[in-house]
């Protein structure tokens, strides 16, 4: 069974930095991860999808990238509507099976 | 704009069985698959099952002997049901919208949620 595994789990930020946050999965998976920004409240609301592919209107300052089994999202600059919590998803073809990740919460530092 | 919206009891008793639909407006439910994704503390996302948009339904193997799901394309609606509920069964439910592009799938359309308890 396919595990994705989020660190770190919490990421006290300021304004303006630049966010890394990582997805690894427990062994060798195709690039169909995708990632969601979840706000307290609300639905979790799709970023990016095929590992770095930005969801329509998504700013510029989201990007996914990959290195094996390891998924990258990056914030470039934190605007202050940012801070929310942040899953990865894994989505296996066949059988289709959908892994989530138990997602980073970023907070104002 | 396509909306997504749950609908069904906050409140089942233990051994009961969990009945959802969620409403699709603003658009086609045809070329799309269908999903059920529930949150909860102890669980985090954990996605149910989908109505495939060949029709065709895979469910999670945690729930798969107690979950069925059903799409009525002409009253724009899908639907979930979960037997034999107990109170792991507590959560906010999901409907989403899936889209199959043959290498990648996303949820990019989904519902506010609903929360569902499992009392007595």
């Known amino acids: 069974e396919i595990l994705m595994t989020q660190s770190p789990a919490t990421l006290s930020v300021s304004p303006g930095e630049r966010v890394t946050l990582s997805c690894r999965a427990s062994?060798?998976?195709?690039?169909?991860v995708a990632w969601y920004q979840q706000k307290p409240g609300q639905a979790p609301r799709l970023l990016i999808y095929?590992?770095?592919l930005r969801a329509s209107g998504l700013p510029a300052r989201f990007s996914g990238s990959e290195s094996g089994t390891e998924f990258t999202l990056t914030i470039s600059s934190l605007q202050s509507e940012d801070f929310a919590v942040y899953y990865c998803?894994?989505?296996?073809?066949?059988?289709?099976?959908?892994?989530f990740g138990p997602g980073t919460k970023v907070d104002i530092k | 704009q396509v909306q997504l919206q749950e609908s069904g009891p906050g409140l089942v008793k233990p051994s009961a069985t969990l009945s959802l639909t969620c409403t699709v407006s603003g658009g086609s439910m045809n070329d799309y698959s269908w999903t059920w994704i529930r949150q909860s503390a102890e669980r985090g996302l954990e996605w149910l099952g989908h109505v495939y948009k060949s029709g065709t339904t895979n469910y999670n193997p945690s729930v798969n002997n107690r979950v069925t799901m059903s799409v009525e394309k002409t009253r724009n609606l899908f639907s979930m049901r979960l037997k034999s509920v107990t109170v792991a069964d507590t959560a906010i439910y999901y409907c989403?919208?899936?889209?199959?592009?043959?290498?990648?799938?996303?949820?990019?359309?989904w519902g506010q949620g609903t929360l569902v308890t499992v009392s007595s």
């Open positions: 095929g590992a770095s």
């Open positions: 989403a919208r899936e889209i199959d592009r043959g290498m990648y799938n996303w949820f990019d359309v």
């Open positions: 998803q894994y989505y296996n073809n066949w059988p289709p099976r959908v892994i």
């Open positions: 062994q060798s998976v195709s690039s169909n």
